[in-house]
């Protein structure tokens, strides 16, 4: 069962969605939301997705960035690209997470965080 995102936080989940079809643009694969509310100061939401490939993470990354950018979602930080396996960028509201398989495997993020709420991408207005 998927959680759905409260109606008060419809700009967080149109933004979400603006994310989301920024890495499906660019096939970011096993793409995950995870959202927790009051369960952390840091931030409303995750999205977490694999590349397969140092050049693909760097395109998903790209894309992401010129995509909210061009929606004017401001970002609070990026990575300098690094083939290390895990980018992440900061759009305040929520930190997307690009991992290669490897690396989503090794830092088994959805674990760390297992009392977030899963939302599905189909729910996101």
Request: negative net charge; proline residues 2%.
């Amino acid at each position: 069962m998927t959680f759905t995102i409260p109606k008060e936080k419809k700009l967080l989940s149109a933004n979400l969605k603006i994310a989301c079809e920024a890495l499906s643009e660019k096939k970011g694969e096993d793409l995950k939301l995870l959202y927790f509310g009051e369960k952390s100061s840091l931030t409303d939401c995750f999205i977490i997705a694999t590349g397969n490939s140092n050049p693909h993470l760097k395109a998903l990354r790209d894309n992401v960035e010129k995509t909210l950018k061009d929606n004017g979602i401001e970002l609070f930080s990026k990575d300098r690209f690094q083939p290390s396996g895990w980018l992440v960028i900061d759009a305040i509201d929520f930190v997307v997470h690009l991992f290669s398989q490897e690396q989503r495997e090794n830092y088994a993020i959805e674990q760390l965080w297992k009392d977030a709420e899963q939302v599905s991408v189909e729910d996101l207005v």
